[in-house]
């Protein structure tokens, strides 16, 4: 056997026998939807989907980076 199929078989028996793990790897996959979809819906708006060309957009980004009044 090749390297890789070694490895890919070494993976998967792992997690093939795993028990407490696969609880482990559940909570890790909810945590990370949660990071990822929830918390970006919410708090992180789309506010560069209120323009239609790409310079409006160049020109907003520029104007927010080079902002000295904050």
């Given at each position: 056997m090749n390297i890789f199929s070694r490895i890919f078989h070494f993976y998967y028996?792992?997690?093939?026998?795993?028990?407490?793990?696969?609880?482990?790897?559940i909570i890790i996959l909810i945590k990370l939807f949660i990071?990822?979809?929830?918390?970006?819906?919410?708090?992180?708006?789309r506010t560069l989907s209120q323009f239609k060309t790409e310079e409006?957009?160049?020109s907003y980004i520029l104007e927010?980076?080079?902002?000295?009044?904050?």
């Open positions: 028996n792992g997690f093939r026998e795993m028990t407490v793990g696969k609880t482990l790897w990071i990822f979809v929830i918390l970006k819906l919410f708090f992180f708006p409006e957009k160049a927010q980076l080079t902002d000295t009044t904050k």
